[in-house]
C-alpha cells in the first residue's frame, strides 16, 4: 500500500501496531483466575505433606535433646557415686520445705507453687537443694523441652523439672541407715511386709545381675500429669498381670529416655502406649493395682519393673 508521497505504510509504525505490542504484553505477564488457584492448591498440598515431615523431625531432635538430658543425670549419678564410697545419692521423697536433701528436694503439682511453696518454678531453690547439683550447672537441663507445664496446668510460668529417679535406687534418709534393708520406696517394701520382696540399691556394689549397671535404670522422663517428688514407682508383678503404673513415664512420639547406672541412656520405644495416659496438665496420677484394666500385664510395665529392681530371691514368680 502506498501513501500519498509515494512511501509505503508498513515502514511507518502506527498506532494499530503500537496497540498490537501493547496488547501481547498485558497477556505474557498476567495470571488468570483459574491459574492463580492451581497455584494455591499445590502450594497447599505440598504443606501438608510437609508439615508431619517437619513435626516429625522436630519431635525427633527434642527427643534427643531430652535423652541428652537423661544422660546429664545419668553420668551425675555414677560421678556422685565414685565420690561418695560407692553410696548412690539419696532419692527421698518430699518437698523443698523438708529437713532432708537428696538428689532433688522439691514437689511439683499445679497448684502454682508446689505445697504452698515455691517448688514448681524456683531455679535458684531448684539449685541450692539438689546434691547433683554440682555435677550439673545448667538448671535448664532439669526441664524437658517436650514439657509444656506451667504452674496452673499450661497458665503461669513454666514449671523447672521433668526428670524423676529410679524408687529402687538410693531410698534412704539418714547416711547412718544406708545399708538397711528395710529401707526403700514404700510401693516397693511396704511397711508391713516383713523380710522385704524387693532389692532396693544404695551402693553401687550391690547392682550385679538380672538386672546389671547396664539394665537398671537410674533416671526417667516423667509425665507432667504424674510427676511430683524425685521418685518414679512402678508396681513390680508378682505375676504375669499384677501390674499397673504408679508414676507414668512420657510417651512422646511414643518414646521415654532412660538413664541407666552405668552412665548411657536409651530412648526407648513403647510397645503398647495406648496403656500409658495422654498428658492433660493437671495431676493426675494412677492409683491402685489392676490385674484386668488397663496395664494389667502390660508388656511395657513388666519392662519398667523389671529395669526397675529384682526379687530378693532373684527370680521373677514367672
Known sequence: MQSIDGKSSRNVPGRHAARIVFRNSRIATAFTLIELLVVIAIIAILAAILMPVLHSAQLRAQNAQSAANV??????????????????????????????????????????????????????????????????????VFKSPLDQSKQYGLIGAPRIRSYSMNAGIGCYTNPATQNDPNLGDTWLNPVNVKPPKYLVYTKESQVINNPGPADLFMFIEESPDSIDDGSFAVQPPTSAYTTKWINVPTKNGNVCPFGFCDGHVEIHKWMVPGSIPNVQYQYSPPTGISETGPGGGDIDIIWVAKHSTAYVTGNWPY
Do not use: H, K
Not at 551425675?76 to 532432708?100: I, K, P, R, W
Not at 499445679?110 to 518454678?121: I, Y
Open 71 to 140: 544422660r546429664q543425670f545419668a553420668q551425675a549419678g555414677v560421678m556422685y557415686t565414685g565420690d561418695n564410697n560407692g553410696y548412690y545419692v539419696a532419692n527421698g521423697q518430699g518437698q523443698a520445705s523438708d529437713n532432708f536433701y537428696g538428689w532433688i528436694q522439691q514437689w511439683l503439682n499445679f497448684n502454682g507453687g508446689g505445697n504452698g511453696g515455691t517448688d514448681d518454678t524456683n531455679l535458684t531453690l531448684l539449685s541450692a537443694n539438689c546434691l547433683l547439683s554440682p555435677y550439673i550447672q545448667n538448671p535448664a
